[in-house]
């Protein structure tokens, strides 16, 4: 059954603001999530991730887990991290056994399951089953380990850009990267990039997000947090600016 907005309110605050997460603390707000049940997410870079506050933990405490997923535009994975930090399981969800009651009639019974066994045994069925694996198998994408890497293909790796090296090797970015990564070769980057650290940079670290420190001086976020943590200074909204 889709929760309805009304009975669970995003909490009114503005970008930029700040909310008291679950299970974080006190966390910036991002933006809003879009989805059925408009949500404020944490200021970070990468993927959304709404805040556990208000009305939202009182759905995951109170509702199915699909219906939670679905309202709040969220993974089953998600919805289950928060379950099991508020220690919510099937015997204590409402909507839960709700659900459990709605499902009850198509609940697959052990007579049925040993009828569809012996009709998936029969030779019908299995000539069909190794039929559609035979076609899947033809159509599917080679996997990546089956790329026949050679000493030459090899030696080119790290010594340009992993999309430039793809391009002319004729694999993707991303199988370079694997068996870059594989062979223990840096990246090209990582071997051609020397970051000139001024103290004004280093006087900066700290007072805004690794992530938009690195977008605006043109260097990796890693790049940033490890000088930081080499300078003892906490990232920002925990002991910082």
Same mark, same amino acid.
């Given at each position: 059954?889709?929760?309805?907005?009304? !009975?669970?309110?995003? $909490?009114?605050?503005?970008?930029?603001?700040?909310?008291?997460?679950?299970?974080?603390?006190?966390?910036?707000?991002?933006?809003?999530?879009?989805?059925?049940?408009?949500?404020?997410?944490?200021?970070?870079?990468?993927?959304?991730?709404?805040?556990?506050?208000?009305?939202?933990?009182? =759905?995951?405490?109170?509702?199915?887990? @699909?219906?939670?997923?679905?309202?709040?535009?969220?993974?089953?994975?998600?919805?289950?991290?928060?379950?099991?930090?508020?220690?919510?399981?099937?015997? !204590? !969800?409402?909507?839960?056994?709700?659900?459990?009651? #709605?499902?009850?009639?198509? @609940?697959?019974?052990?007579?049925?399951?040993?009828?569809?066994?012996?009709?998936?045994?029969?030779? #019908?069925?299995?000539?069909?089953?190794?039929?559609?694996?035979?076609?899947?198998?033809?159509?599917?994408? $080679?996997?990546?380990?089956?790329?026949?890497?050679?000493?030459?293909?090899?030696?080119?790796?790290?010594?340009? /850009?992993? =999309?430039?090296?793809?391009?002319?090797?004729?694999?993707?970015?991303? @199988?370079?990267?694997?068996?870059?990564?594989?062979?223990?070769? /840096?990246?090209?980057?990582?071997?051609?990039?020397?970051?000139?650290?001024?103290? #004004?940079?280093?006087?900066?670290?700290?007072?805004?997000?690794?992530?938009?420190?690195?977008? #605006?001086? +043109?260097?990796?976020? /890693? =790049?940033?947090?490890?000088?930081?943590?080499?300078?003892?200074?906490?990232?920002? +909204?925990?002991?910082?600016?």
């Amino acid at each position: 059954m889709p929760l309805a907005p009304l !009975n669970y309110p995003a $909490p009114r605050v503005t970008v930029g603001g700040w909310l008291d997460d679950e299970l974080l603390g006190s966390v910036q707000v991002g933006g809003y999530h879009s989805a059925p049940i408009s949500w404020p997410y944490r200021r970070r870079t990468g993927a959304h991730s709404l805040i556990l506050c208000g009305s939202l933990v009182r =759905a995951v405490r109170r509702e199915s887990a @699909k219906d939670v997923a679905e309202a709040f535009g969220v993974s089953g994975t998600v919805v289950a991290s928060w379950r099991r930090a508020l220690g919510v399981d099937r015997q !204590n !969800n409402a909507g839960t056994q709700r659900l459990y009651r #709605e499902l009850a009639p198509q @609940k697959l019974t052990l007579e049925r399951a040993a009828r569809g066994r012996e009709a998936a045994m029969q030779p #019908e069925a299995l000539a069909r089953a190794r039929e559609t694996i035979a076609q899947g198998m033809s159509t599917r994408a $080679p996997h990546p380990m089956t790329i026949s890497w050679t000493p030459e293909m090899d030696a080119q790796l790290g010594t340009m /850009p992993d =999309a430039q090296a793809a391009e002319a090797l004729g694999v993707s970015a991303t @199988k370079i990267k694997v068996r870059r990564r594989l062979l223990g070769i /840096p990246s090209y980057a990582a071997s051609h990039t020397t970051i000139r650290w001024t103290p #004004e940079m280093d006087a900066r670290l700290g007072t805004a997000f690794d992530g938009d420190l690195a977008v #605006e001086w +043109g260097v990796s976020r /890693p =790049a940033v947090a490890l000088r930081r943590h080499a300078l003892g200074i906490p990232s920002f +909204g925990r002991g910082g600016s």
